[in-house]
């Protein structure tokens, strides 16, 4: 998952609109061909669909959208593999002009549902980085639980951990405070975090049903079929902690696990990661240093790309990516790909 981070204001839509109109945005694709690209979606989803109860700023486009975008990626960029990244960092292998890579994080069932037959079609390669402990599971992630509740709770204010007392009048109001509550929990020990979401649903007087996240999740076969029909699977920890909040060795626990998970899933190597949530406080040099020695070749962070390939060489286990959103229109799609955000203000 990712936060809503606080950003400076965005371009505007016009702008942006009349950039992509006149080839403004082509032209700062054109003109830096040996930039790595990196996309990170995290759901392929309708957030405003009946029935849609869980996280929805985890959702990073419809499947139309994805659709439109893929076809846009298809034309501008060339899409490789991890594994050809892989190679190229260990000097083995040259990419093309305008290298892209495809990836999701997190294992969520709507990436094979939605996303692969759309990547299958085009013959796209991704990577989805998988955390282990939800994949054939149940078990919601934390932030799925409170949207769940929030979602479908009656009342309209409420005495909350860590926020005291918050009313909310509309749907829009009660989203902006279950941000704020989501935003506090990434900040509190995993113990007492998961003491505030056991109280949640009584707090809210929400019911929630054995079978609520049913599906949510990709199961292990899917990852095995995915795997077999090029989307390659990375590791994004078992637990999706945040690994600068747990102790080295428990990093190291974390990461092992989840490559040992998938690997003796999928019956092949893992040789990617992904960063919980990626943001420059939620990494340091010893989780970079436990990433190496886990043995993964390249790892991804969600601070915003994209990145020259020199610097990729160099970085290669903090590759930046570029965090997709379905509130992105097409040409916001393309400017942030082009790396126009990243120069113009964020
Ligand atoms: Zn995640």
Known sequence: MTTL???????????????????VLDLARKITPNLLTVLNY????????????????????TSAGFATQMDHVSRKYNVISGTELVAFIKGRHQLPAHAAIITFDDGYYDNYANA?????ARNLPAIIFLATDFIGSCKP?????????????????????????????DGTARQVVMQRLIEAL?????????????????????GVPDKAFKNLMMSWSDAKELSENGIELGAHTAS?????????????????????RIEAEIGKPVLSFAYPNG?????NHEVVDRVHRAGFHSAFTLLPGPTRRSTVIKNHLTIRRIFLSYTDSLPRFAAKLAGL??????
């Open 5 to 23: 981070h606080n950003r400076r204001p965005k371009r505007s839509e016009p702008v942006l609109l009349l950039f992509h109109k006149l080839g």
């Open 42 to 61: 995290h759901r392929i989803d309708d957030p405003f669909r009946e029935g849609f109860d869980t996280f929805r700023p985890n959702v990073s486009s």
């Open 116 to 120: 692969y037959p759309i990547l299958k």
């Open 141 to 169: 992630f934390f932030w799925d639980l409170i949207s769940y509740c929030f979602f479908h709770t009656k009342t309209e204010q409420a005495q909350l951990p860590l926020l005291g007392a918050q009313s909310w009048a």
């Open 186 to 206: 990434k900040k509190i020990s995993d113990m007492e975090k998961q003491k505030v979401i056991d109280q949640l649903p009584q707090i809210l007087g929400v």
């Open 240 to 260: 999706h902690p945040i690994l600068t909040r747990i102790s080295p060795d428990a990093v190291s626990e974390e990461l092992l696990q989840s490559k040992q």
């Open 279 to 283: 943001q420059s406080s939620d990494l």
């Open 341 to 346: 955000e990243r120069i113009s203000g964020r």
